[in-house]
């Protein structure tokens, strides 16, 4: 038990499959409830990766023209308006400051449709990933474009982020209760 134990720390801790570290670990193990803790953000709330259904919403509210006209002619901008049309709201954040990081968005090394993808100083919205294609407001307007052309390369690698759910941790009140209770 020690060993899954500490992997699921491990993967709590390189913000890799939150979901996958609480599974490691049984239900009524002491330990669970550390882990459980670890993956909840500061306001009590459990962060959760969006889906790739909800990648695939992301993409359609890209899609949208409506959204192409509010989001001015800035690609940080774009990106802002396509999260919050499809429901994924974040504070506005720039290019400069997404590829630095914020805490709405965690880093992934394999992105899925609807991460977002950015260098400093320009982001868009990862569309097909299999083709290297992203979406984002370029010179001549919002369109898509591979991020492994030479003029992309040029830029140095991107990184990749994936959007981050806040929702309420049902296990871990289940938990914080039962460990009352025995005590």
């Given at each position: ?99 630095a990081g ?74 914080s209760k ?6």
């Amino acid at each position: 038990m020690r060993g899954r134990v500490e992997t699921a720390f491990v993967l709590l801790t390189l913000g890799v499959l939150p979901g996958l570290a609480q599974k490691m670990v049984q239900p009524g193990d002491p330990a669970r409830t550390a882990v459980l803790l670890a993956t909840r953000s500061e306001s009590g709330k459990k962060l959760q990766m969006v889906s790739a259904d909800d990648g695939l919403s992301i993409i359609a509210a890209a899609l949208d023209s409506k959204v192409r006209r509010l989001a001015g002619a800035d690609c940080s901008h774009l990106v802002h308006a396509i999260y919050e049309r499809a429901g994924f709201p974040y504070a506005y954040a720039s290019s400069n400051d997404l590829y630095a990081g914020v805490e709405e968005f965690r880093r992934v090394s394999h992105p899925q449709p609807g991460d977002v993808i950015v260098w400093p100083g320009h982001a868009g919205v990862v569309v097909r990933p299999s083709k290297h294609i992203f979406f984002s407001f370029k010179t001549a307007g919002p369109s898509t474009d591979d991020y492994t052309a030479p003029y992309w390369r040029s830029r140095g690698g991107p990184r990749f982020y994936r959007y981050m759910q806040n929702s309420r941790c049902a296990a871990c009140a289940v938990v914080s209760k039962s460990a009352h209770r025995s005590h």
